[in-house]
């Protein structure tokens, strides 16, 4: 009898893990010789547990092989690898399919002449038995491509694509929607990020699941909730309207439970970013970590990071799925990310924090018509891994600037109270509207509990001012209306824009650039730029003639064209950096770091800066950290891969003391996570270098790396 219920558990287990692989699904303890999924799977740890590469063997490392793509710039791409198959995406979002043991090319998805304009972190893999499918997004539509041969799938959608307006409000079906990150595998859906407007313009950030077999919509949650929905009072009554209301949206990706059926989305905030007058209230589902049933969109917990936010305080990152001891008994637990530099760990089933969460007073806004919410949530543990605003002294102004006492003197103007509100006079955000964490995210060793997050301490100045009322915009020409209610606040009213924040100049930008070549950009976005789509062909015709200097004056026009974006009575002057005379930070090292953060006690194990300059290199100053963008990754035989900085290294940490073990040279930074794998007994560690980001130069590589 015994033997007859041992054997039928046994066949029942074998069934339920061959169901598991299946459906992709991963066994706790199943060997990571793949890396399947964003950030390496469902819990985004960037973890593996493979071993061929050591702390001891780890600088014998040489270049296995390298592939170059059709174009050259900026690429945040975490590839994937599956059944000995690389998939990842060019810098003009096309994807493609490499052998991953030689980097040979096997197929490519996509037109770099008419979709070169965005970024994309990479793409999501499903199979069921021989249907193998590739989930990649170009533009605002969602792609099925066959895994094999590169063709999209007919039966998806509209014959291989889904419009990734599917589903919203009619109102919102002409606003500009693309998604940079990869989409979240529950069993037959994927769970979408997008990447929508900042300004009041925004299209709702409505969490929605497709099925990935049709293409159909499958379920959706509202993230500015409608009447008799939760959350409802938090804001306007007609805020879901999306008429001067827009976005809460998720860009960075999710993580899943698939043992649960708990899918974990972070979102961002609603838009306008720096003006909430139009959305008075503590605006949930805006920057929240939501807990939803993978299957049905239900909401099971909620927790929000920021109330009302008018700092772009978006979270930036998917949350790390990890255990940890917590009073004497294993949690499993969701760890996310914030740009401020905290990390806040909740239960995983019940949302409960697992480290006390203050509701610290915050300031009130100086700003007619806004409302800032009276606190702001803290956690106590852990510390934050990035400086905060509000301890800044001025001793803390760089030592190595050259024009340190003017810089003084400015930090002496602007606000720096803690959660000090957007304000005329400036206000320093530290960390930045970068972070702090950003959406490279955080490696993690999951069952020890132990957290691995890259940080930017780049302070910014975030400056408002009163926009014109709108009959002293009629009279000017359509394109200049358009230009002063959409651009001015990157580009400047100058048109010079602010090159060491990465904004470009647009003066004489018909020396540079062709109309059509701007219309396109107009139309499209470019990399952080969003596309203007709601704007008719005159009306972008009419900006295109004011950028190039042949906009005629309108005398008496009716300033009605080019507004359809909500006015709003005050708007930021742009992303401005605080730096000193030599473009370098007006604060003191470091300027990013590496933490090592223990989980279980919430108390850090080490911390060291990221990134160096060579120019202050050569005059001595110790190293300074300098921004990263991009991940590291985790293995768990104890080390850390990072690239990331604008100094083109690739860097291995030992991940239990942070001493380098080895660094080389790319042909290019590389402002991506790695990936690591395994493929006839051979471990490859490979990452994407496209350059171009912090004005580093273009590259367009993939560098697989193994030992000889």
């Not at 979270?315 to 969701?334: E, F």
Request: with cysteine; glycine share 10%.
């Amino acid at each position: 009898m015994k033997k007859n219920i041992y054997l039928a558990l046994l066949s029942t287990g074998i069934l339920l893990i061959a169901t598991a692989l299946q459906k992709n699904y991963q066994p706790d303890d199943e060997e990571y010789t793949e890396w399947k999924e964003y950030l390496g799977g469902p819990d985004r740890n960037h973890y593996s547990t493979l071993n061929q590469i050591t702390p001891e063997n780890v600088s014998n490392l040489k270049v296995a092989w390298t592939y170059s793509t059709p174009d050259s710039g900026q690429m945040q791409v975490n590839p994937i690898i599956v059944d000995g198959v690389l998939y990842g995406v060019t810098s003009s979002v096309q994807a493609f399919a490499l052998d991953a043991a030689t980097g040979k090319e096997i197929w490519m998805f996509g037109d770099k002449l008419k979709n070169f304009a965005s970024t994309s972190r990479g793409v999501a893999y499903w199979s069921e038995g021989n249907d193998k499918r590739i989930l990649h997004t170009i533009g605002q539509n969602l792609y099925a491509i066959d895994a094999t041969t590169g063709k999209p799938i007919p039966t998806f959608g509209d014959n291989g694509k889904v419009d990734l307006h599917t589903g919203l409000p009619e109102i919102a079906q002409k606003k500009f929607i693309i998604s940079n990150t990869p989409g979240t595998i529950f069993e037959d859906l994927i769970v979408m990020p997008l990447r929508l407007s900042e300004g009041a313009d925004a299209a709702p950030g409505d969490i929605r699941a497709f099925n990935v077999k049709t293409g159909k919509l499958a379920w959706t949650f509202h993230t500015i909730p409608y009447p008799n929905e939760p959350g409802y009072n938090t804001w306007p009554k007609e805020a879901y309207k999306n008429t001067e209301v827009g976005a809460a949206n998720n860009w960075a990706g999710m993580a899943v439970d698939r043992k649960r059926g708990i899918i974990y989305v972070p979102t961002g905030s609603a838009g306008y970013d720096f003006y909430g007058g139009k959305r008075i209230g503590k605006n949930l589902y805006a920057n929240c970590l939501l807990a939803l049933n993978a299957r049905t969109g239900k909401l099971l917990w909620h927790f929000q990071t920021t109330h009302h936010d008018v700092w772009d305080r978006d979270l930036p990152a998917p949350p790390n799925l990890i255990t940890v001891k917590h009073n004497g008994k294993m949690v499993d637990a969701v760890a996310q990310l914030s740009k401020q530099g905290y990390i806040y760990l909740f239960d995983r089933v019940t949302g409960k924090p697992l480290f006390q969460i203050q509701e610290i007073a915050a300031p009130k806004s100086n700003l007619p018509g806004e409302v800032t919410w009276p606190t702001q949530p803290v956690p106590v543990k852990p510390a934050p891994f990035a400086r905060q605003a509000h301890t800044l002294t001025e001793k803390d102004i760089s030592p190595y600037a050259e024009n340190r006492d003017s810089l003084i003197a400015q930090f002496k103007t602007y606000r720096r109270e803690r959660f000090a509100a957007p304000s005329k006079e400036g206000t320093i955000i530290l960390p930045g509207f970068d972070g702090g964490a950003e959406w490279g995210g955080a490696g993690a060793d999951p069952k020890e509990g132990i957290m691995y997050v890259n940080s930017n301490e780049m302070p910014w100045i975030l400056t408002m001012k009163a926009t014109p009322k709108q009959d002293a915009l009629a009279g000017l020409g359509t394109g200049e209306r358009i230009y002063a209610t959409s651009c001015v606040a990157c580009h400047g009213s100058d048109k010079k824009g602010n090159a060491k924040s990465g904004y470009p100049s647009l003066v004489d930008i018909e020396k540079r650039r062709d109309k059509a070549f701007v219309t396109q950009i107009i139309s499209n976005g470019k990399g952080m730029m969003p596309g203007f789509t709601t704007l008719s062909n005159t009306e972008k015709q009419a900006l295109v003639a004011f950028l190039f200097g042949e906009e005629k004056k309108e005398v008496g026009g009716s300033g009605n064209a080019g507004t359809k974006t909500p006015y709003l009575p005050f708007v930021s002057t742009g992303y401005n950096k605080f730096l000193d005379s030599k473009g370098f930070p007006a604060i003191s090292p470091p300027w990013g770091t590496l933490n090592a953060i223990d989980m279980n006690t919430g108390e850090y194990l080490w911390k060291i800066p990221l990134g160096e300059h060579e120019a202050l290199k050569q005059k001595g100053i110790p190293t300074t950290g300098s921004e990263n963008y991009g991940g590291p990754v985790i293995t768990a035989n104890g080390l850390l891969f990072i690239a990331g900085t604008k100094d083109e290294k690739f860097r291995v940490f030992n991940k239990k003391t942070g001493a380098l073990i080895w660094e080389t040279k790319l042909p290019a930074a590389a402002f991506a996570t790695p990936s690591t794998y395994q493929l006839n007994g051979k471990q490859y560690v490979v990452i994407a270098c496209g350059g171009t980001k912090l004005g580093a130069r273009k590259g367009n590589q993939y560098v697989a790396f193994a030992l000889p």
